[in-house]
């Protein structure tokens, strides 16, 4: 079993940048494939991006490509995920959630895949 915890959530003004991370304890990230989640008051859980455990493959949201990048720790046992043109619609709550190396061949974009997930950390984009 992991455990998880987000940080580096924060207030920053539209076009600002953060940096997000979710570290791991009880076993090593290493074996875990994760996700970046998120959810604005009133709306539904969103995908936002997810690296395998193997840290061949990462995936994005449409709404953050190009603007946002997942990255893997592996000395640190962390994922990271930094956020650059940050908007007002990306304001939210993010989670970093992990799912075992061998869900791998399962969606990466689906809450459903995860097993395990942090508290949160809040992210204030202000216009």
């Known amino acids: 079993q992991v455990q998880l915890v987000e940080s580096g959530g924060g207030l920053v003004q539209a076009g600002g940048s953060l940096r997000l991370s979710c570290a791991a304890s009880?076993?090593?990230?290493?074996?875990?494939?994760i996700g970046w989640f998120r959810q604005a008051p009133g709306k539904e859980r969103e995908f936002v991006a997810a690296?395998?455990?193997?840290?061949?493959?990462?995936f994005y949201a449409d709404s953050v490509k190009g603007r946002f990048t997942i990255s893997r720790d592996r000395a640190r046992n962390t994922v990271d995920l930094q956020m650059n043109s940050l908007k007002p619609e990306d304001t939210a709550v993010y989670y970093c959630?992990?799912?075992?190396?061998?869900?791998?061949?399962?969606?990466?974009?689906?809450?459903?895949?995860?097993?395990?997930w942090g508290q949160g950390t809040q992210v204030t984009v202000s216009s």
């Open positions: 690296t395998k455990w193997s840290g061949t493959s990462t």
């Open positions: 009880g076993r090593t990230s290493n074996d875990y494939n």
């Open positions: 959630a992990a799912s075992p190396y061998y869900k791998s061949t399962l969606s990466m974009n689906s809450f459903r895949t995860y097993d395990y």
